[in-house]
């Protein structure tokens, strides 16, 4: 049973950073693309960042192009979300989310994504 549990979430002010981390167990992390999503109160779940799982093909969405990095480390089988510059636009609740499809890549559509985690919060004070 794939199990991907978000953290490093919480509360930051305006222009600071935070790293979320997303640990993934119960398959091989290395086969896998993976994703980031973000969903704010009263609004839709929106993509925010992929990685395919050669750590290849990042793709980023464009309110947060040049302020957020995601990244993978094989050996921790942990996915991360480094966010900097944050502003109160950002403040919602971050999704790892994982895809079912070996050798995968980056891909914005949360469709294509077959595990989910519980999501952590992310506040951003202006």
């Known amino acids: 049973q794939v199990e991907l549990v978000e953290s490093g979430g919480g509360l930051v002010q305006a222009g600071g950073s935070l790293r979320l981390s997303c640990a993934h167990s119960g398959r091989t992390f290395s086969n896998y693309g993976m994703g980031w999503f973000r969903q704010a109160p009263g609004k839709e779940r929106e993509f925010v960042a992929a990685i395919s799982w050669t750590g290849g093909g990042p793709r980023y969405a464009d309110s947060v192009k040049g302020r957020f990095t995601i990244s993978r480390d094989y050996a921790k089988t942990t996915l991360y979300l480094q966010m900097n510059s944050l502003n109160p636009e950002d403040t919602a609740i971050y999704y790892c989310?994982?895809?079912?499809?070996?050798?995968?890549?980056?891909?914005?559509?949360?469709?294509?994504?077959?595990?989910w985690g519980q999501g952590t919060q992310v506040t951003v004070s202006s």
């Open positions: 989310a994982a895809r079912g499809k070996a050798y995968s890549i980056a891909v914005s559509s949360p469709s294509q994504y077959h595990y």
